[in-house]
């Protein structure tokens, strides 16, 4: 049995070629490694044996793609399965990616999840913020509050909040301190911070 192939490639990445299986995108592929595949950019007919063996080209290229990007920093699986996604990939292909991923210990939204936090905490940002943030990377409830338990100080961030308001208002100068005072909450408020931890922060501030 006979398949179509079409392979093309963009003027800003002719090192890149991309590949259609039957009308189907299958993902992206350097063009070097294509051969003997590669012929032109015209649909051309493949048997299935060549088929099966530029899908397995894909998926291992698919794989060692995923791999490199884990090892640069930490991602989310969504985040990882928009990465491929991006490259055009076949979602039987990203799945058996994530899957290698997974079963490598490369790729755990659980590891992500207490690094995220932590990270974030650390920096100062407010519950809410990193609730948003994570949601945004698909990661459930379940991975974060855990985190949240063992490494949220409640003392510790109205600390660093107060410090944060002496530093606003510093930087808003000679202005009356009602003006301070409304333009602190609205800053720290459009910054994720919960209007009772503000008032709270604002009062050890002063004192």
């Not at 855990?146 to 949220?152: H, N, T």
Request: overall charge neutral.
């Amino acid at each position: 049995m006979m398949n179509s192939l079409l392979i093309t490639s963009r003027i800003e990445a002719p090192s890149s070629a991309r590949i259609k299986l039957n009308n189907i995108w299958w993902g992206t592929l350097p063009v070097k490694v294509l051969h003997p595949f590669f012929v032109s950019e015209q649909e051309q007919e493949i048997d299935s044996e060549a088929e099966n063996r530029l899908i397995q080209k894909l998926s291992d290229y698919a794989r060692d793609l995923l791999f490199d990007y884990l090892s640069k920093a930490e991602h989310s699986e969504a985040s990882c399965v928009n990465y491929l996604k991006r490259k055009r990939f076949h979602p039987t292909i990203i799945n058996a990616a994530i899957e290698a991923a997974k079963s490598h210990n490369f790729l755990s939204d659980s590891r992500f999840a207490e690094l995220y936090v932590r990270s974030l905490l650390e920096a100062g940002k407010s519950r809410r913020y990193i609730i948003a943030k994570l949601r945004l990377q698909k990661i459930p409830a379940s991975l974060y509050e855990p985190v949240f338990e063992e490494y949220y100080d409640p003392e510790e961030t109205l600390e660093r909040l107060s410090d944060e308001i002496v530093r606003l208002c510093l930087s808003y100068g000679d202005i009356p301190l009602s003006k301070k005072k409304e333009k602190a909450f609205a800053s720290l408020y459009r910054r994720g911070w919960e209007l009772d931890i503000i008032h709270k922060a604002w009062k050890k501030s002063t004192e």
